[in-house]
């Protein structure tokens, strides 16, 4: 058959700006996260703890509003960017990923995600949005920071103006007892779902890279650069959904 190879301009420029500032953030929760896993190893405590705690706090204040964008984004933008073109759903999505996982490797290219592709695009949406939620928690009951910190504060000290003008982060000596160990049973099954999100995550990830290494292997269209210019390099045999 007679093929033309063609530029086809896919992901628009929010896309690929949430994209790099996503695997940024997340990069940088991860590390950072590790770090907090590990403190009684690592041997860190009191007020670096508490620096280390703030400052994934703020990356992940980066990584929420950006989720938050691409989110509203995929009501808005342009075709690839939408729900459609992203979500496991339809009446053809089933017999294009059976058609694509038995045909693997004979397939024609897909302009936009190919099927596996946008399944693991929405687990990704759908981890990230757990974590976020999670992480915004977590930064309320134990760094009493925004947007929960006032309400946690409250909590702890029962409302008492005194007690809520002296409390700092990590440091116990102006919460109620009883009301603290009441946020700390609310808060446990949140540091659960965080930390057990943060491993699947690592699976997904991998899983993710390894895709894109195995789809621009094989189907060699600048999968990679286009996610960088935004462009597909393909002949006209491709498929738009
Ligand atoms: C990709 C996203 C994220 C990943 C992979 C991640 C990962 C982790 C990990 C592994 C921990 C250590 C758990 C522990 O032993 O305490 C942690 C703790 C924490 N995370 Fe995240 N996180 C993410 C997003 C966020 C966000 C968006 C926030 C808030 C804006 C946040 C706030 C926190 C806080 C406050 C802690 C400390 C909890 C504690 O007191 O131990 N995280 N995170």
Do not use: C
Not at 82 to 103: A, C, D, E, V
Not at 207 to 235: F, Q, Y
């Amino acid at each position: 058959m007679n093929t033309r190879l063609q530029r086809y301009k896919v992901w628009d420029r929010t896309t690929r700006v949430f994209h790099w500032i996503n695997a940024a953030t997340v990069i940088a929760l991860i590390a950072i996260g590790i770090l907090i896993l590990n403190t009684d190893i690592l041997g860190i405590k009191g007020e670096a703890k508490i620096l280390l705690k703030s400052v994934h706090v703020y990356i992940g204040y980066v990584f929420v509003l950006n989720l938050v964008w691409r989110l509203i984004w995929a009501f808005m933008g342009s075709h690839y960017a939408r729900w459609r073109q992203i979500l496991p759903l339809g009446k053809n999505y089933l017999t294009s990923l059976k058609r694509y996982l038995l045909n693997s490797g004979n397939e024609r290219p897909y302009l936009g995600h190919n099927p596996v592709a946008r399944l693991i695009i929405s687990l990704f949406f759908l981890l990230l949005s757990l974590q976020a939620a999670t992480g915004l928690i977590l930064a309320g009951t134990d760094l009493y920071m925004p947007p929960l910190g006032g309400y946690f504060s409250e909590w702890v000290t029962e409302g008492d103006q005194a007690r809520l003008n002296q409390l700092k982060p990590g440091d116990k000596s102006q919460v109620v007892d009883s009301a603290y160990k009441e946020m700390r049973s609310f808060r446990k099954p949140v540091i659960t779902i965080h930390i057990y999100g943060f491993y699947t995550l690592l699976i997904l990830v991998f899983t993710h890279v390894l895709g894109v290494i195995i789809t621009e292997i094989r189907e060699k269209n600048g999968l990679i650069s286009a996610m960088i210019i935004g462009e597909k390099v393909l002949d006209d045999t491709h498929q738009d959904e």
